[in-house]
T-cell receptor
């Protein structure tokens, strides 16, 4: 069964460093998403991406964040200058169509020191 | 402001003791309501999608229902392996974004 994959599973970085989180969505899916979940808190929407551009973004998704689909398979989230409060689990999700089910990856646990 | 609220925050059941989890929403123009199961340290796992009031979906011991203001996830005769956090999320018309509730952490004791 096709699934969303994410790398790395864990990332430790120093405050102020740039990190890139990678996702491979399900191959025939057209809509892509990033979410974050701070430990013990709710899953929070960051950004949605369709047709090679951002379609929605939350207040959390400020100028330090960017997304890219550099080729036909990868979808990346870049955090330019990490802060302590960026420590969280980051989930990628994808879905085939506008009314399709959203499938989540296993997540990347980011720890900023 | 659009809101998704889940209750209770935590629920402890004995194996075989049926119960219901609630997800209430105050959004303008519901496109769809989604139930997920999340195990510790893992990504949400899709369970159900509901689109209109009166709709019901069933899978094994789980049944999801939807009204104009809330959704219920009914768990019949739960087993310890049903222990997890159950999340609900909503999508609004004309917006490609999803709002999640805080989840209900279910613990089923043998």
């Amino acid at each position: 069964e096709p699934e969303v994959t994410q790398t790395p599973s864990h990332q430790v970085t120093q405050m102020g460093q740039e990190v890139i989180l990678r996702c491979v969505p399900i191959s025939n899916h057209l809509y892509f998403y990033w979410y974050r979940q701070i430990l013990g808190q709710k899953v929070e929407f960051l950004v949605s991406f369709y047709n090679n551009e951002i379609s929605e973004k939350s207040e959390i998704f400020d100028d330090q964040f960017s997304v890219e689909r550099p080729d036909g398979s990868n979808f990346t989230l870049k955090i330019r200058s990490t802060k302590l409060e960026d420590s969280a689990m980051y989930f990628c999700a994808s879905r085939r169509g506008d009314e399709g089910t959203q499938y989540f990856g296993p997540g990347t646990r980011l720890l900023v020191l | 402001e659009d809101q998704v609220t889940q209750s209770p925050e935590a629920l402890r059941l004995q194996e075989g003791e049926s119960s219901s989890l609630n997800c209430s929403y105050t959004v303008s123009g519901l496109r769809g309501l989604f139930w997920y199961r999340q195990d510790p340290g893992k990504g949400p796992e899709f369970l159900f999608t509901l689109y209109s009031a009166g709709e019901e979906k069933e899978k094994e011991r789980l049944k999801a229902t939807l009204t104009k203001k809330e959704s219920f996830l009914h768990i019949t005769a739960p087993k310890p392996e049903d222990s997890a956090t159950y999340l609900c999320a909503v999508q609004i018309y004309n917006f490609n974004k999803f709002y999640f509730g805080s989840g209900t952490k279910l613990n089923v004791k043998p």
